[in-house]
């Protein structure tokens, strides 16, 4: 069965990208850009959101990176990656329906999202 990341980049929108076999810490400093930061999900009113894992580079506000996600509690600036945790409490991708709806509620938080006329 194929497993899936999720990326998005700022004013683009997420995008599903195959996992690879290992998702070791090289592979996630690379998709986010530096220094890895996980951004706790628990909270999150989308369903889809409430148990993966969203990465993002944690000096991104410092890098002066712009804006990607905007939650009622957190501005995400910079390159985002999205995970799940196995049983062992390691990194692995996500099934396809599962990154899919992933992938549309990061767009719908996305921070450069436009509001539709009433």
Same mark, same amino acid.
């Not at 506000?61 to 990656?81: C, Q, S």
């Given at each position: 069965?194929?497993l899936?990341?999720?990326?998005?980049?700022?004013?683009?929108?997420?995008?599903?990208?195959?996992a690879?076999?290992?998702?070791?810490?090289?592979?996630?400093?690379?998709?986010?850009?530096?220094?890895?930061?996980?951004?706790?999900?628990?909270?999150?009113? #989308?369903?889809?959101?409430?148990?993966?894992?969203? /990465?993002?580079?944690?000096? !991104?506000? *410092? +890098?002066? =990176?712009?804006?990607?996600?905007?939650?009622?509690f957190?501005?995400v600036?910079?390159?985002?990656?999205?995970t799940?945790?196995? #049983?062992?409490?390691?990194?692995?991708?996500?099934? /396809?329906?599962?990154?899919e !709806?992933? *992938? +549309?509620? =990061?767009?719908?938080?996305?921070?450069?999202?436009?509001?539709?006329a009433?």
């Amino acid at each position: 069965m194929d497993l899936y990341v999720v990326t998005k980049n700022p004013g683009e929108p997420a995008q599903l990208v195959a996992a690879p076999p290992q998702l070791d810490l090289a592979y996630l400093k690379s998709r986010v850009g530096g220094f890895v930061a996980v951004l706790q999900t628990d909270d999150f009113i #989308a369903e889809a959101l409430q148990s993966i894992t969203l /990465r993002m580079d944690e000096d !991104a506000r *410092a +890098k002066g =990176l712009e804006a990607n996600l905007k939650f009622e509690f957190d501005l995400v600036r910079g390159p985002v990656l999205v995970t799940i945790k196995n #049983a062992k409490d390691e990194d692995r991708g996500l099934h /396809r329906e599962h990154a899919e !709806a992933v *992938a +549309k509620a =990061l767009n719908y938080y996305s921070a450069g999202r436009r509001k539709r006329a009433s």
